[in-house]
């Protein structure tokens, strides 16, 4: 399974860009990066996914480097309310054909300051 | 419903009991997925069901653990004679299976006394 790596923690200010990295180097060519977050006390929620094009849509966008082994996601304009782990996964082949599990690893704590 | 529901919200249970855990996952959704998160730590995957195929159980941590489905409905995990190290937050997730987003529920806070 692709495994991601990413910072523990990071620090940005309101109103500021929050890019958020992730390494996965060994990802396949076939395997999917997918970002969700987590707030406290809530269960994960979905952000935006990518194979290889940049994608965009109204939470945030994400940037694949052309080889695929890193990729950033950008929360434009951050709220207080982005506080949150966020973790960064790429989406492996279940055993059971067609299906897919997500394998979260640790995640990035970031914390938006006022 | 228009989200992931699980129940109940949360459960304290004495060591050795057993309990059982509900995921009602949005309607129309083939695939669903059960993880565990003790406090402090990064979901831990456990067991997920697509469609009709025989479940990936390849997370189940011991044989106390086990989990059914009704064809694309509800989901039941059950978990025997109960451990302390059981304490968690178990979560439930579902998706269409096209490759789109999982929508996770608000989880079910296990508590074993």
């Known amino acids: 399974d692709a495994k991601t790596t990413q910072p523990t923690s990071m620090d940005c200010a309101e109103g500021r860009a929050a890019n958020l990295p992730c390494n996965h180097s060994?990802?396949?060519?076939?395997?999917?990066v997918y970002w969700y977050r987590q707030i406290h006390s809530q269960g994960p929620q979905y952000i935006i996914h990518?194979?290889?094009n940049n994608e965009t849509n109204e939470m945030a966008s994400l940037i694949i480097t052309e080889d695929r082994k890193s990729s950033t996601l950008i929360l434009p304009h951050a709220t207080l309310r982005d506080t949150a782990v966020y973790y960064c996964?790429?989406?492996?082949?279940?055993?059971?054909?067609?299906?897919?599990?997500?394998?979260f690893g640790q995640g990035t704590r970031l914390t938006i300051n006022p | 419903g228009a989200g992931v529901s699980q129940s109940p919200s949360n459960k304290v249970t004495e060591k050795g009991k057993d309990v059982e855990l509900r995921c009602d996952p949005i309607?129309?959704?083939?695939?669903l997925y059960w993880y565990r998160q003790r406090l402090g730590q990064g979901l831990e995957f456990l067991i997920y069901?697509?469609?009709?195929?025989?479940?990936?159980k390849s997370g189940l941590p011991s044989d106390r653990f086990s989990a059914e489905r009704t064809g694309e409905s509800v989901s039941t995990l059950t978990i025997q004679r109960t451990q302390q190290e059981d304490s968690a937050v178990y979560l439930c997730?579902?998706?269409?299976?096209?490759?789109?987003?999982?929508?996770f529920g608000s989880g079910t806070r296990l508590t074993v006394v």
């Open positions: 997730a579902s998706s269409s299976g096209t490759g789109d987003g999982y929508t």
């Open positions: 069901f697509q469609g009709n195929s025989a479940p990936d």
């Open positions: 996964i790429v989406r492996v082949a279940g055993r059971i054909q067609g299906a897919q599990k997500l394998v």
């Open positions: 309607s129309g959704h083939t695939a």
């Open positions: 060994t990802i396949s060519g076939n395997e999917y």
């Open positions: 990518g194979l290889k």
